[in-house]
């Protein structure tokens, strides 16, 4: 074998490695409950936005300080974001009415037009945000959908979590009633 074909072949191998490193990293590495998370998005203000809500007028991440935030970025399209809808309304109706928002924001092009009846298929109560043209996505350095942040109180992003969760699993439900008053 001629030393050109084996310097391919240990690169191809390195770039296979890396590679499948960051897709264990992505789909597993953070899948564990509360306490996981990006650590670069740990402690960091929350980019402020605005965006009109499905019902009701235009919506500003900063007028809930006080409050921790639950940030959900979705699409109707997205089949681990329908997966994931049920735990997030459960979740809403647990928390509603203490120091807690969830306010989810779907970047489908389409806005209200698919929306809409997405959000009464699922019977959603929770504010639902129309981001169409996917600003959401530079200021917050999306990888994909659903991606979720938790924004502290202070308006500090405490958890980012890529993928689906079950939003009602004890972990969870625990973090959040220790977090939220």
């Given at each position: 074998?001629?030393?050109?074909?084996?310097?391919?072949?240990?690169?191809?191998?390195?770039?296979?490695?890396?590679?499948?490193?960051?897709?264990?990293?992505?789909?597993?590495?953070?899948?564990?409950?509360?306490?996981?998370?990006?650590?670069?998005?740990?402690?960091v203000?929350?980019?402020?936005?605005?965006?009109?809500?499905?019902?009701?007028?235009?919506?500003?991440?900063?007028?809930?300080?006080?409050k921790?935030?639950?940030?959900?970025?979705?699409?109707?399209?997205?089949?681990?974001?329908?997966?994931?809808?049920?735990?997030?309304?459960?979740?809403?109706?647990?928390?509603?009415?203490?120091?807690?928002?969830m306010?989810?924001?779907?970047?489908?092009?389409?806005?209200?037009?698919?929306?809409?009846?997405?959000?009464?298929?699922?019977?959603?109560?929770?504010?639902?945000?129309l981001?169409?043209?996917?600003?959401?996505?530079?200021?917050?350095?999306?990888?994909?959908?659903?991606?979720?942040?938790?924004?502290?109180?202070?308006?500090?992003?405490?958890?980012?979590?890529?993928?689906?969760?079950?939003?009602?699993?004890?972990?969870?439900?625990?973090?959040?009633?220790?977090?939220?008053?």
């Open positions: 074998m001629s030393l050109k074909r084996k310097s391919v072949l240990i690169f191809t191998g390195l770039i296979g490695a890396i590679g499948l490193f960051g897709l264990y990293f992505i789909f597993f590495g953070n899948r564990p409950g509360p306490g996981v998370g990006f650590r670069s998005a740990l402690g203000a929350a980019q402020d936005f605005e965006f009109p809500a499905l019902r009701g007028g235009p919506v500003k991440l900063s007028s809930y300080r006080g921790v935030v639950f940030l959900n970025i979705w699409a109707t399209w997205c089949p681990p974001c329908r997966e994931e809808m049920p735990f997030i309304e459960a979740l809403y109706r647990r928390l509603k009415g203490r120091e807690f928002e306010l989810a924001v779907s970047i489908d092009r389409e806005g209200e037009k698919v929306v809409s009846p997405f959000a009464a298929k699922y019977g959603l109560t929770f504010t639902v945000l981001d169409p043209d996917g600003k959401i996505y530079r200021l917050y350095g999306l990888t994909g959908v659903p991606e979720t942040f938790i924004v502290d109180k202070n308006g500090a992003v405490t958890h980012k979590i890529i993928g689906p969760q079950n939003w009602m699993g004890k972990e969870w439900l625990d973090y959040f009633d220790h977090i939220v008053g």
